[in-house]
């Protein structure tokens, strides 16, 4: 059994009931950085062993930690924040279990993107969530077929390329189209912005940008 465990996005108390039991019960848990996941650990008295699963490794060991599962065993995949497998890794790993026969399940839980969607005030009635864009290559055209979407779009950016992004997205959406920049989402110092992309660009270049963001855009009119 491989369980999907949603973790805190920023606040640690939102994590569910279950969550913290199934952490508890497995035999040991798949973390994204396991320095980063004890924090939560100790936190909730949790001394389940970790062991490292990420982007660097997955491939590497993908396949002999299913197999470990298709043996028996019981674990639980965490990622330093969110869902893991929601631009974080374990599609690799889930792809694996089924294909091996070995039941998953995911466990309902916290997400950055659902929150700054519903908080923007932008249409949530369809959207499409992009996650983080191409750095360089096809990045241009990803952003073009985006700006041409009828619906809101959401993606995952850092905050030391949220003025560039800001600038690509006017470039290709035009300066008044209506978007939201949300920061720190469920932290002391969350912030969710809704403007124009020009007021967002102009609000964001005069001052020092921290935190996770997620972007939400609206649709073309």
């Known amino acids: 059994m491989l369980y999907v465990v949603p973790t805190p996005v920023g606040n640690l108390e939102d994590i ?7 952490l508890k ?21 949790i001394q389940t062993p970790l062991r490292a699963f990420h982007a660097h490794n997955e491939h590497a060991v993908v396949d002999r930690i299913a197999a470990e599962l298709a043996a028996g065993a019981t674990m639980a995949l965490i990622s330093d924040a969110g869902t893991p497998g929601i631009s974080d890794p374990g599609f690799l790993l889930v792809r694996a279990c089924v294909r091996q026969g070995v039941r998953v399940e995911c466990l309902p839980g916290a997400t950055a993107f659902v929150p700054a969607l519903v908080a923007s005030g932008l249409p949530c009635d369809a ?13 241009q055209t990803r952003l073009k077929y985006l700006a041409e979407l009828p619906h809101t779009f959401v993606l995952y950016e850092s905050p030391y390329r949220l003025v560039k992004c800001l600038d690509e997205l006017i470039a290709v959406c035009g300066a008044e189209r209506m978007a939201c920049v949300a920061r720190e989402l469920s932290k002391f110092h969350e912030e969710v912005t809704t403007a124009t992309l020009a007021d967002l660009k102009a609000h964001y270049s005069s001052k020092e940008v921290k935190g996770e963001i997620v972007l939400v855009v609206a649709g073309k009119p």
Do not use: C, M, N
């Open 127 to 139: 959207f499409q969530f992009d996650g983080f864009l191409p750095h360089k290559k096809g990045r």
């Open 25 to 45: 019960e497995v035999s040991l848990i798949l973390a994204e950085d396991t320095r980063t996941s004890r924090k939560l650990l100790d936190h909730y008295g």
């Open 16 to 22: 569910t009931l279950r969550a913290l039991r199934v």
